[in-house]
């Protein structure tokens, strides 16, 4: 590994107590004047008492967002211990990961098994309010505060997803980071999926591959969809159990420096010679695309799925005496064969989409749908129905005798009330029916564990 394994992870060990050593060019004088010019002229003239804090607050926050760059900001101090929090230990919320893009809070990716992945929330969902507060020129971490909350309470959200707004109450819960989840299949292919990259996860990965070889694996699935990103260090860590020694993982490019070359420090846990896929989606971003590109292009490994996310600039994170925490851009990483993914994403090698009643946008439990009405939620119930096996005839919105029908017939096989109408419990349970439809239908997963299969000897 190179040094900048750390820059990520330097937020941990300072806020830990450890030391940060780095360079920083100072401002010039007339720079600094100018600066305590204009604090002076306001403590001493403006019209109500100020904070001088929050002068200086306001002074390094305008100066990182006059950078434009989405991943450089300002934390407060609580702000700055709810980023901590996020990939150091578990936190109460609704378990999204979100990112500012285009001054829109957009998710990247729900963890798995959180309130926010059981309440439908997607990749790519723009997040616009709070319950009545508008996040509409808000940081991130500033939206993040709003989101999280204690266990049991509920944030009501309203998104947007393909131009409609909907509305989601997710009650909160303790979301742990438990970022590794690994089972062996019967036809010997073993599925370890990475959720993001905290300081726990290599330590969780190893013990999970290694338990998997002792059980008889004979090949590899390696799933990180839906995976934010992380800690870089930890990132390369599970990519050296798999790329030969001495193999690039990542390249790091500077302004005003050559690319520095991050190569594989091999670690041979009996990996390397399975056969191994890789799985990526629009919610693989960030470290696990360091991953995903090291794999492909340093080991050989083939992508299955959809396109990921496409972050490629890498940040460092500087606390401050107070608390409050400044991350700013400071290098773009490019994969082993030297190409930027920023803004683009990793290209799979076999694009493999998941069945459309993946992506059906949310429908609002509290719904009432009922025949003669036309909708775009009567739609999206009329392609669930159809789904789990009542097919109502039609998907174009309009809810017909048929439909009624069919809504009826799923009453009855789930014993509830045999209204006919689309509303309540029975959105709700249609809405599980799909999801566990979803788990046992994943096309990328089986398409993945055939091309292993193919080379399993």
Request: hydrophobic share 40%; proline share 4%; net charge negative.
């Amino acid at each position: 590994m190179s040094r900048w394994k750390w820059i990520p992870a330097m937020l941990a060990s300072a806020l830990a107590g450890g030391a940060v050593a780095y360079t920083y060019a100072s401002l010039n004088q007339s720079g600094i004047s100018k600066l305590e010019n204009a604090m002076d002229l306001i403590e001493d003239g403006y019209l109500e008492p100020v904070d001088r804090s929050k002068l200086i607050d306001g002074a390094i926050e305008g100066m990182l967002r006059s950078l434009e760059d989405p991943y450089t900001t300002y934390m407060d101090q609580e702000e700055a211990k709810a980023f901590y929090e996020s990939i150091n230990a578990s936190f109460e919320g609704i378990g999204a990961t979100m990112e500012e893009i285009d001054g829109r809070i957009v998710v990247v990716a729900p963890i798995k098994g959180s309130p926010a992945e059981a309440a439908g929330v997607k990749p790519g969902d723009q997040v616009i309010k709070v319950g009545d507060k508008s996040l509409e020129g808000m940081k991130v971490h500033e939206a993040v505060l709003l989101i999280r909350g204690k266990k049991g309470t509920t944030a009501d959200l309203t998104i947007v997803r393909d131009g409609k707004e909907v509305k989601l109450s997710i009650v909160r819960d303790t979301i742990p980071l438990e970022t590794v989840y690994a089972e062996l299949r019967e036809d010997g292919v073993g599925v370890i999926r990475i959720s993001s990259f905290a300081e726990t996860t290599s330590e969780e990965y190893l013990k999970e591959a290694k338990r998997l070889l002792s059980e008889g694996m004979k090949g590899l699935v390696l799933d990180l969809r839906q995976n934010p990103g992380g800690l870089t260090d930890t990132a390369e860590e599970v990519a050296e159990t798999l790329v030969p020694d001495g193999e690039p993982i990542v390249q790091f490019k500077r302004r005003g420096h050559p690319a520095e070359v991050s190569r594989s420090d091999y670690n041979d846990i009996g990996l390397g010679e399975l056969p191994v896929v890789v799985l990526i989606d629009a919610g693989s971003a960030s470290a696990a695309e360091i991953v995903a590109g090291a794999l492909q292009q340093s080991a050989g490994v083939r992508l299955v799925g959809e396109k990921s996310f496409g972050k490629g600039t890498a940040q460092l994170s500087q606390p401050f005496q107070d608390g409050s925490n400044m991350k700013y851009t400071v290098a773009e990483w490019l994969t082993p064969n030297g190409n930027t993914i920023n803004k683009s994403g990793l290209t799979p090698d076999v694009p493999v989409s998941l069945p459309s009643y993946a992506s059906l946008p949310i429908v609002e439990s509290d719904l009432v749908m009922k025949e003669n009405e036309f909708s775009g939620e009567i739609k999206t119930v009329q392609t669930m129905l159809k789904a789990v096996g009542f097919d109502p005839g039609r998907e174009d919105g309009f809810f017909d005798a048929n439909t009624t029908k069919a809504v009826r017939d799923y009453q009855a096989s789930k014993k509830l009330e045999s209204t006919g109408i689309a509303t309540g419990e029975t959105t709700r349970v249609l809405i599980e029916d799909v999801r566990a439809l979803i788990q046992a239908n994943d096309t990328q997963l089986e398409k993945a564990a055939e091309l292993v299969k193919e080379q399993m000897k």
